[in-house]
């Protein structure tokens, strides 16, 4: 079986809209796009690199399919570790309205997506990997789909768009696995899902 690795950047409250650009995503009136920018350097792009080498393919939603389409088949130099991947690898599409895509190697899911998702993981391969994709990704971890996180964390409050985990989401609780961090304060938390959370009343010891 393949595993599902989604990885996600986020503001410190949560939010993964238009990290990339201005222009990127400003539905919903988001004016705050392009918040990653500031902070690539290479240590974030070797560590990016680190994991896509492990990918055997990528589950995409329509929007993030739409930005990456546009970029990545521009980018030819095959010694390109991020493009060559992305270019080369099987990519899947979930959208209802999508008929094709231009993208070599793409396909459309666009039934059950949950039963979609349950057949790619039963196939042998690397790392099923969501780049993004929060509204799929919301999805997947609503019906424990996911099995490891890879949460980008950056020192930005935002205060607005969308949130990877908003209210009503189903509570989970999460394994620590690792964490890395970038020369420019980028904390990533490597976590997996570990069933639901506990609750009790702290009590406090008397000396």
């Not at 329509?62 to 389409?69: E, Q």
């Not at 309205?97 to 396909?107: E, F, H, Y």
């Not at 790392?127 to 019906?143: A, F, M, N, P, Y």
Request: no cysteine.
């Amino acid at each position: 079986m393949s595993k599902l690795i989604a990885t996600t950047f986020l503001s410190l409250d949560g939010v993964y809209q238009g990290p990339g650009g201005t222009d990127e995503d400003t539905s919903g009136g988001f004016d705050l796009g392009g918040w990653v920018t500031p902070f690539y350097e290479e240590g974030m792009a070797a560590l990016a690199e680190e994991w896509i080498a492990r990918a055997g393919a990528f589950l995409l939603g329509r929007r993030t399919h739409d930005i990456f389409a546009a970029h990545w088949p521009k980018v030819t130099d095959p010694a390109d570790p991020l493009a060559s991947r992305l270019n080369g690898l099987p990519k899947h599409v979930v959208s209802r309205t999508l008929k094709d895509s231009p993208w070599a190697g793409t396909s459309i899911v666009g039934g059950d997506v949950v039963e979609s998702v349950r057949d790619l993981k039963s196939r042998p391969g690397g790392e099923i990997q969501v780049h993004g994709s929060g509204e799929l990704l919301r999805t997947l971890l609503d019906h424990d789909l996911v099995d490891e996180y890879r949460l980008w964390f950056f020192p930005v409050v935002l205060g607005k768009g969308r949130r990877l985990f908003p209210d009503g989401v189903v509570p989970k609780k999460f394994e620590h696995v690792e964490t890395r961090r970038t020369g420019a304060g980028v904390t990533v938390l490597v976590l997996r899902p570990a069933g639901k959370p506990d609750f009790d009343t702290f009590r406090l010891v008397p000396e």
